[in-house]
Structure formats: C-alpha cells, structure tokens
C-alpha cells in the first residue's frame, strides 16, 4: 500500500516569512494530492491540491508542487500570517484504482507575529 | 449549506460497552470514510464506502464496524470498545476517492 512521509512535524516561522512543507509517497500510482489545513478543534479542510499531470499550482499565497520523479510534493506558503498557524496534511491517493486515502502524519505550523 | 454533522461531539464511556458514531453529509456525496487522529499518527483511515452498501477497510479496520444503507449516513460501530480506541474521530464526504474531501468537526471518544 501507500506510505506517506511528512515533514517536519514542527515548524516555526516569523510573520512574513515564507513556509515550507514536504512529502513523499511510495506508490508511484497515486495521482491525486491534496494539502489539508485543521485549525484548533475544527475537521481538516481542503486548501490546495494538485493532480499527477500538473507540476505546480498557485492559489494566492498557497502553492503546491509535484515531482514524480523523485515522488514528492511541498506546499509552499509565502508571506506568512499569524492566522495561517495550524496542522497541515498531505495525503496521496491512487484515484484510478484502490479507493484507499493515505494521509501524511501532519506539519504543526506556528507564525510568530 | 455544505457540511457533514458527526455526533456525539464527545462520549466518555467504558470498556465492552457498544456505542455508534453518527455521521451525515448532505451533499449527495458517494465516497464516505472514517478516520481516526493520533499524535504523531496523523489521520488513518479505518473504512470507506464508495457508495450505498458499498463498504470496505482502511488501513485501521480491526475492532470497527461500518454501514451504508442509505447514502447520506455512514456510522461507525465500535461493538466492544476498548481503551485502545481512545481517539478522535474524522467522518469525510466527498464524490469520489480522487475529489476534494469534506470533514466533520471531529467526535473525541474516551473509553476508560
């Protein structure tokens, strides 16, 4: 099956700075990543994702890009602010074939102001 | 408006008591999944539905039950709970394994 690799799983930044988070994923037939945001006390949402025939996808301050050569996304976030302090999740999924959804083991990100 | 409704929110019970988690979507979704949250686990998923009486594990089946008889419900079953079910509990929704998940708030189960 699928093993997803997240790191780190802590990471502090100044406000405006930016942020990076990366994972790795073993099965070479997974074509769907999504990047998950869970606010204290909250489920995880959806703020980004790519699929396996894109190399980078922008949204505002968010971006999410994907080797799959070397089998691994980051999820880059720039000009930090303190609201953007929360856990975040990658996950990797095979959409074509096991219906299984393998989630990384979260990044705990703090901005200082 | 959008959302998945999970309860109870919290529910401390004991050791071999049954308990069901309830969750419902109103999307008209057909991909459903349970997962647990640990620290430094990350989310696992216990089961999946890919539609109505469609069902089957995760990665961390042992000790749940599912059902999916009508397409907006999916509860989790834990027959005789033990204390190694002590967690958080995530319901998602969404229209296929391959799209864009929606969460539930989260259910925190204590089983003393």
């Known amino acids: 099956g699928e093993n997803v690799e997240q790191h780190p799983s802590t990471l502090s930044v100044q406000e405006g700075d930016s942020a990076v988070i990366k994972c790795t994923y073993s099965?070479?037939?997974?074509?769907?990543f999504p990047w998950y945001k869970q606010e204290l006390g909250k489920g995880p949402q959806l703020i980004i994702d790519?699929?396996?025939?894109?190399g980078e996808k922008k949204d505002q301050r968010i971006a999410v890009t994907l080797n799959k050569t070397a089998k691994h996304f980051s999820l880059h976030i720039t000009e930090t602010q303190p609201e953007d302090s929360a856990v975040y999740f990658c996950a990797a999924i095979y959409s074509g074939g096991y219906q299984k959804v393998t989630f990384g083991t979260g990044t705990k990100l703090q901005v200082i102001p | 408006e959008a959302q998945v409704t999970q309860n109870p929110r919290y529910l401390i019970t004991v050791t071999g008591k049954k308990l069901t988690v309830t969750c419902s979507q109103n999307m008209n979704h057909e991909y459903m999944s349970w997962y647990r949250q640990d620290p430094g686990l990350g989310l696992r998923q216990i089961y999946y539905s890919m539609n109505v009486e469609v069902t089957d594990k995760g990665d961390v089946p042992e000790g749940y039950k599912v059902s999916r008889k009508e397409k907006r419900n999916f509860p989790l079953i834990l027959e005789s709970p033990s204390p190694n079910q002590t967690s958080l509990y995530f319901c998602?929704?969404?229209?296929?394994?391959?799209?864009?998940?929606?969460f539930g708030d989260g259910t925190r189960l204590s089983i003393l």
């Open positions: 998602a929704s969404s229209y296929g394994v391959g799209q864009p998940q929606h």
């Open positions: 790519i699929r396996s025939n894109v």
């Open positions: 099965d070479s037939a997974s074509n769907y």
